[in-house]
């Protein structure tokens, strides 16, 4: 199954489907006086040319789309752990993604900290959660209603590894070894951004970024990177993987983005 080209010509459906939190009125056609955005995203994606494919191969499904359709076309294994989707849309910007459990799950805490840690999946758990309900908005424009997410709080971590005078801002990076993410140390620090263990009153599926996502409440979803194994306290924000590609660094839900979704938060 191969969806809407992103631009003209087919080229980007020979490795699976399309991926990208691309509005749809700019995948369908990049002249069609789009928000701003859409162009310079457009432009962005095609002066990436035959390499740039290559190296962001390209996967989108609904969880809900017909598992057979999905063990198909599957390379990554991951078809039998799908759980209930829910309207979820299974997200990765690569072919496929290892998987952790609690024996060789780590997340680091590095950069400008005084204490630079290294978690495990247990000592993630062991510590105090705090569980939110808010709608999920992606940038493509489905929206989940309500969904539960739980977790240790951002700011818990940031603290126990004492951010340095000077710092400003964090970089997220993943086990897929790919994807990547940003916020500022002032957006790190609210209480509405987590490091999540559970989505939906689950451990967090492989498929949904498990066994550690980020989850930003307020933000647009590409803020909430799955399959988190890195966080860097750093000088200066540095874009993150799609943010790089013309998305809004500062991806607040209904303002940002050229869009008017209904805030999340
Ligand atoms: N590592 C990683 N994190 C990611 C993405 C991705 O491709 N890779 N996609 C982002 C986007 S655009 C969205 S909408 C959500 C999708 O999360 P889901 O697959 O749990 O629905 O993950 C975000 N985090
Ligand atoms: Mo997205």
Known sequence: MCPRPLVTGDRRCSNGWVNSPLPDRDRSSPDDGGAPVGRRLVLAMLGLGAAGVVAAPVLQRTLEDGLGAVADKDPTGLTGLLPNG???R??????SVPEKTAADYRLTVDGLVDRPATYTLDSLKALPQT???RDVQCVTGWRVPETP???VRLSALLDAAGVRPGAKAIR????DGAYSESLTLEQASRP????ATRMRDEPLAHAHGGPI???????YFYKSAKWLSGITVTDSVRPGYWEELGYDVDAWVGRSNGR???PTV
């Open 131 to 133: 569980r939110m309900v």
């Open 86 to 88: 829910g309207g979820f």
């Open 192 to 195: 509405d951004v987590l490091v």
């Open 90 to 95: 299974y997200y990765s910007v690569t072919t």
């Open 260 to 262: 008017d979704d209904a």
């Open 213 to 219: 996502r980020l989850y930003v409440a307020p933000m």
């Open 149 to 151: 997410f739980e977790g």
């Open 172 to 175: 997220f990076t993943c086990f």
